[in-house]
């Protein structure tokens, strides 16, 4: 079973505010440690925020 957006826009919320998922759904957990992955990897390259253009 596929996740709905609205699923996938909740977890994604949950991982940005380091909230802990609290489901045991294979499939969530996937995505929700996807996110996490992302965003780990954005820190350490500094990819946070807007660039600046001036």
């Known amino acids: 079973m596929t996740l709905s ?3 996938k ?3 994604y919320i949950a991982a940005t505010m ?3 998922l609290g489901s045991n759904d294979p499939e969530e ?3 929700y440690e996807k996110i996490k992955e992302e965003m780990k990897k954005d820190r350490e ?3 946070i925020g807007k660039s600046r253009t001036d």
Do not use: D, E, Q, V
């Open 18 to 20: 380091r909230y802990g």
């Open 29 to 31: 957990i996937a995505y």
């Open 9 to 11: 826009h909740k977890i």
């Open 45 to 47: 390259l500094g990819n």
């Open 5 to 7: 957006s609205h699923r």
